[in-house]
């Protein structure tokens, strides 16, 4: 656990963002209100849900006083909410070179979006945003193939370890 391993974590994160971008870049306006059986209704509704997480979650890094859930205000277009993302996976790894390393074992206090608050170690908050981000991201997949977007291709990390790092 050092510098070093999530600096690259944050790479592999602006790459597998980006693709994401890319295909929802390619889609209209119904594939991306379509509503569909998921854990969120749309296709808009999941990427403002991890576009919102990926926003909390760096504010809380950065002790950023009363930090807004963005899926509770946001009220922009699908181009904003692109631009948004785009714009924090860029942040996230300006974020990390910054970050000490003497403070990956300090806690982060947060707010559970139901209420209550809750602590862990950065390094754990870390992680966890990471794989919820691919979580959601993996869920769009099968999104849009549902609006029938079939033009995709792998975000998987050992696809990028093979595509990006050979």
């Not at 959601?136 to 790092?165: E, P």
């Amino acid at each position: 656990m050092n510098k070093k391993y999530f600096l690259e974590l944050a790479d592999y994160t602006i790459w597998a963002n980006g693709i994401i971008i890319k295909w929802l870049n390619q889609i209209n306006d119904e594939q991306w209100e379509q509503v569909i059986c998921s854990s969120f209704s749309s296709i808009k509704q999941t990427t403002l849900h991890i576009v919102s997480a990926q926003k909390i979650w760096i504010d809380y890094w950065k002790n950023i006083p009363e930090p807004a859930f963005l899926s509770v205000e946001f009220k922009g277009t699908k181009t904003d909410l692109i631009e948004i993302w785009d714009k924090l996976s860029n942040d996230l790894k300006n974020f990390i070179e910054i970050y000490p390393e003497d403070k990956y074992l300090q806690p982060v206090t947060f707010r559970w979006p139901r209420g209550g608050e809750g602590k862990m170690e950065f390094w754990q908050s870390f992680t966890h945003m990471l794989n919820h981000t691919t979580y959601h991201r993996g869920q769009l997949v099968t999104l849009l193939r549902q609006a029938n977007f079939t033009a995709l291709t792998s975000t998987d990390l050992a696809t990028y370890y093979h595509i990006v790092k050979h």
